[in-house]
C-alpha cells in the first residue's frame, strides 16, 4: 500500500538555528499533507498542512515546501527553540484518513 | 478544554481482560478517527466515523476490536481478550468533514498488558 516515509530519525540543532525536517511520500495522488509534533505522552499536535496545488506555506516560525515531481515535503522551523524538542511527523490524507510516517526526532542543544 | 479529550489516560490490563476507551471530539467535528501508535512508530490508522456511521476500519482493526459512536458524538474503542501485543497508546482524533482540513488529536490513552 502507499505510505509516507521520513528520512533521518534523529536530527540534533543548535539552539538558535534553523532546522530542516524531510519527507518522503510515495502516492502521487495525494492532495493534501499535514506536519504534526508530538511530545512525550502527548498526542500528535498540529503545527501546519500544506494542499497539493501550493509548493509553499508560511506559519509563524515554521515553513512547509512541498515538491510534488520528487514527492518530497519538508519543513522548516527558523531559530530553534528548546521547546522545539519533540518527534515530528508528516501526514498524508490517503482517501478519508491519514497515514504517517514513522517521524523525525529533533533534539535542540543548548 | 474544547479539544480532544481521551479517557482514561492510563490503563493496565491482565492479559485476556476486556478494555473500553472513551473519545470525546471537538464539537462541531463530525469526523472522528481512532489510531493506534506503538513506540519509535507513528500512528496507524484503525477505523475512522463519519457522524455515527463508521464508514472505514483498517485491516490491524481485528475481530477483537469494536468501535462505536452511537449519537455522532462522543466514541468508544472496545478491545476484548486483550493480549501483550495490543500493548500501545490509542489516539482519537477529530475533524470537520470538508475536504482537506487538518485532524485534531487527543492526548491519547497508553494501555499496557501485563
Known amino acids: 500500500g502507499e505510505s509516507v516515509g521520513l528520512h533521518l530519525p534523529t536530527l540534533s540543532v543548535q539552539e538558535g538555528d534553523n532546522s530542516i525536517i524531510n519527507c518522503a511520500y510515495s502516492?502521487?495522488?495525494?492532495?493534501?499533507f499535514i506536519w504534526y509534533k508530538q511530545e512525550s505522552g502527548k498526542g500528535p499536535q498540529f503545527i501546519i498542512d500544506?494542499?497539493?496545488?501550493?509548493d509553499k506555506r508560511q506559519g509563524q516560525r515554521v515553513t512547509v515546501l512541498l515538491n510534488k515531481t520528487v514527492k518530497h515535503l519538508s519543513l522548516q522551523i527558523a531559530a530553534t527553540q528548546p521547546g522545539d524538542s519533540a518527534v515530528y511527523f508528516c501526514a498524508e490524507m490517503d482517501g478519508q484518513n491519514f497515514v504517517f510516517g514513522p517521524g523525525t526526532r529533533l533534539s535542540v542543544l543548548p | 478544554d474544547t479539544g480532544v479529550s481521551q479517557n482514561p489516560r492510563h490503563k493496565i490490563t491482565k492479559r485476556g481482560q476486556n478494555v473500553t476507551f472513551r473519545c470525546d471530539p471537538i464539537?462541531?467535528?463530525?469526523?472522528l478517527y481512532w489510531y493506534r501508535q506503538t513506540l519509535g512508530q507513528g500512528p496507524e490508522f484503525l477505523t475512522y466515523f463519519q457522524n455515527e456511521a463508521q464508514l472505514e476500519k483498517s485491516r490491524l482493526l481485528s475481530d477483537r476490536f469494536s468501535a462505536e459512536r452511537p449519537k455522532g458524538s462522543f466514541s468508544t474503542l472496545e478491545i476484548q481478550r486483550t493480549e501483550q501485543g495490543d500493548s500501545a497508546m490509542y489516539l482519537c482524533a477529530s475533524s470537520l468533514s470538508l475536504p482537506n482540513t487538518e485532524a485534531f488529536f487527543g492526548q491519547g490513552t497508553r494501555l499496557t498488558v501485563v
Open positions: 464539537s462541531e467535528h463530525n469526523r
Open positions: 500544506i494542499r497539493s496545488n501550493m
Open positions: 502516492n502521487s495522488a495525494s492532495d493534501y
